[in-house]
């Protein structure tokens, strides 16, 4: 079926298949830091934001995205450039395949929360999965880019 | 993974219900988000998302949650911290993560009878009531008791704000994971209704009375069921049953 997205401000024409998610629908539109993980909802790597909410784009139909503001890493290039800065100070970035997800979220969060503690910024970011870094160094940046102790 | 031949953007519950009963390969499409990790082959998936079913407000009496709402919407909404606790809020809170919770509905879980969900223990501690299309309203706890999940849509669910006092609590073996078991309790004037999930079939409820309560938290526990899966025993479950209920009654008391 023929349907209509609105990703980063810009709309596209795509054709779905019956029951395809957005995850891969956003891969064939050439997102491709829209990543897919774990495949059972688990590990928050296809995250994008749908209406400014971070959402698992694995388990969300494509067509769930008609009439939405979905937004990838590309639009949200100034965000995205400073928490970079700061994450790569604490030597928290390895292999980056879960970044893409993970930085979407912590935007999101800073846009939601106001000076949260450390448990709301776990809670927060639980679901986000990395296997390189133990998450300490990423916490130490999350803390940073947030403007909290 | 499952298949689907048509995908139905339904425009109104009535067309949502004639499709429904169409095929028994019809099927009501929640979040989505546990219906992909099996691989049922739909023939007519029918979506609900266009009905405004995503809605939690209250009236007079009741506190009402449309069937597309969101776990996030819950967790997040203040009509659910403020009444009953913040219970109803609360069950949901340690479900994966926020952008999981983004996605799965109230509606999906409450009417497939979930077994892992820690959401209905909360809504069984309370007085609690559905409304099926065709079936009409009935209590949370008669529509569980039922094996068969009925070809019918959950238009809404409704909380009666009675001023119960409620707690629930929870045993997980780590944040995030699915809970081994969960307890939900709640008392008005003495009456104290237990509820019990992730044992890890359906949540049960039991209610006591104020003056039989402490020794019969034993025989409570005796009355239900726990089963064995990879998360833990039902002898080990059966345990911490004792221990979850006697720390939300401490609570409610």
Redesign the interface.
């Known amino acids: 079926?023929e349907i209509k997205l609105k990703i980063n401000g810009i709309s596209k024409d795509i054709t779905i298949k019956?029951?395809e998610?957005l995850q891969s629908a956003l891969k064939r539109l050439g997102f491709l830091n829209v990543r897919k993980g774990c495949e059972?909802?688990?590990c928050?790597l296809c995250?994008v934001l749908?209406d400014g909410?971070?959402?698992?784009s694995c388990?969300?139909?494509a067509?769930?995205g008609i009439k939405k503001e979905i937004t990838t890493l590309e639009g949200e290039s100034v965000e995205v450039a400073k928490f970079a800065e700061v994450l790569t100070d604490e030597g928290a970035d390895q292999c980056g395949y879960c970044s893409p997800?993970f930085t979407l979220?912590v935007i999101a969060m800073k846009r939601e929360l106001e000076s949260p503690t450390t448990d709301e910024i776990k809670?927060?970011?639980?679901?986000?999965l990395c296997r390189c870094t133990g998450y300490m160094g990423q916490l130490r940046a999350v803390k940073k880019y947030m403007e909290v102790k | 993974m499952f298949t689907i031949k048509q995908h139905l953007m339904a425009q109104s519950i009535e067309e949502g219900y004639e499709t429904l009963v169409k095929n028994r390969n019809n099927l009501i499409l929640g979040g989505t988000a546990f219906l992909r990790l099996g691989n049922k082959n739909i023939n007519i998936g029918i979506d609900l998302s266009n009905l405004e079913l995503d809605y939690i407000r209250e009236d007079e009496n009741n506190i009402e949650i449309g069937p597309m709402t969101t776990f996030r919407s819950i967790e997040t909404n203040k009509l659910l911290k403020e009444n009953f606790d913040g219970i109803v809020a609360e069950s949901v809170e340690e479900i994966v993560g926020i952008q999981l919770r983004s996605v799965i509905t109230a509606g999906a879980t409450v009417a497939s009878k979930y077994g892992f969900s820690d959401f209905i223990t909360a809504l069984l501690s309370l007085d609690t009531h559905i409304e099926l299309y065709k079936g009409g309203v009935m209590s949370l706890e008669t529509y569980l008791a039922e094996e068969k999940v009925p070809k019918d849509i959950l238009v809404r669910i409704i909380i009666k704000k009675d001023g119960k006092k409620a707690a629930f609590k929870t045993m997980r073996n780590s944040k995030s994971d699915y809970a081994i078991l969960n307890c939900a309790v709640s008392n008005l004037g003495g009456e104290y209704r237990i509820a019990v999930g992730a044992r890890p079939g359906r949540a049960v409820v039991k209610i006591i009375n104020n003056d039989e309560l402490m020794n019969n938290i034993e025989a409570v526990v005796d009355e239900m069921k726990f089963g064995t899966n990879m998360r833990a025993s039902g002898e080990y479950r059966k345990m911490i049953a004792k221990v979850l209920i006697r720390r939300c009654i401490e609570e409610v008391k």
């Open positions: 079926m019956e029951g998610y059972t909802g688990s928050g995250t749908l909410k971070p959402t698992l388990s969300t139909l067509v769930r997800g979220t809670h927060y970011l639980t679901g986000n």
